[in-house]
């Protein structure tokens, strides 16, 4: 039961790293494979960097085609997402958990710098199986 | 897709670079995947810290498993030495990967519910990914 669908969307603000996220997460949920063209270049939906990499910008075209079982779905739900993700203030910012550290409040706080653990960076430690 | 996401551990040298990466790393897709910075020393210097990341390890861990993304060289070893002690081959693994789009990757696949083999894959096709 395969299918192929495709669309075009004009868009209104630029592709910035949270709607390229939101679109990539979209598009890892489905089977089918889902593609982003825009100004010549194709990305893989499912990769965040490689639809980052197009630098779509506010009025481009953009084209979501999709190949596979739920191909009509995907280019539904990526349309939805490319049209209220890229307005203005449409995703200024996520709400996300806050991000936790393992370190306790303590040891974030700066210190004065001292030298001896084995654990901090010591250029004399640095051997070539250990630089990178 | 209720079912656990994977869990990414992020191993910088720097607490203030673990912390930011994983910020990014949760704002670009859309704060769903648990991300754990464990960057710096135990008394916050640069440097890396095992107990920073075996409790980061355990942190992270859901039931789907946990991808570890370290900075540089020598946080690898320290990663290494974790893994020899506390280790779980199958639960566990640790991505090659360039440290910031490895994790937005990484976290971006986790969330649209790749399993652990998906996520460390994403976090490696990272380097790979031109910006330009």
């Known amino acids: ?132 | 897709m209720t079912a656990a996401t994977v869990g990414i551990v992020l191993v910088s040298h720097s607490a203030e670079l673990a912390a930011g990466a994983a910020h990014l790393a949760a704002q670009v897709s859309g704060g769903t995947v648990t991300i754990i910075a464990a960057g710096g020393t135990d008394d916050g210097d640069l440097g890396t810290s095992a107990a920073k990341v075996v409790r980061g390890l355990s942190d992270a861990e859901s039931g789907a498993g946990v991808v570890v993304l370290p900075d540089l060289g020598s946080a690898v070893l320290t990663v290494r030495t974790v893994l020899e002690d506390h280790g779980d081959a199958e639960s566990v693994l640790l991505a090659d990967a360039p440290f910031v789009e490895g994790a937005v990757a990484a976290t971006v696949t986790a969330a649209a519910g790749g399993d652990i083999k998906a996520v460390a894959a994403a976090a490696e096709e990272a380097r790979h990914v031109r910006k330009l």
Do not use: N, W, Y
């Open chain 1, 1 to 132: 039961m395969s299918a192929s669908c495709e669309q075009v969307i004009t868009l209104a603000g630029d592709l910035h790293a949270r709607p390229a996220g939101a679109l990539a997460v979209a598009a890892g949920r489905f089977t089918a494979a889902v593609s982003v063209t825009a100004g010549g270049h194709t990305a893989d939906a499912k990769s965040v960097l490689g639809v980052m990499g197009l630098g779509a910008t506010s009025g481009q075209h953009v084209t979501v085609s999709a190949a596979g079982p739920d191909a009509r779905e995907a280019v539904a739900a990526l349309i939805t997402i490319l049209t209220q993700a890229t307005k203005v203030g449409g995703l200024l910012r996520t709400e996300t958990q806050p991000v936790r550290d393992v370190a306790d409040l303590r040891s974030v706080r700066r210190k004065p710098h001292r030298r001896g653990s084995d654990q901090r960076i010591s250029p004399r430690r640095v051997t070539p199986d250990q630089a990178t």
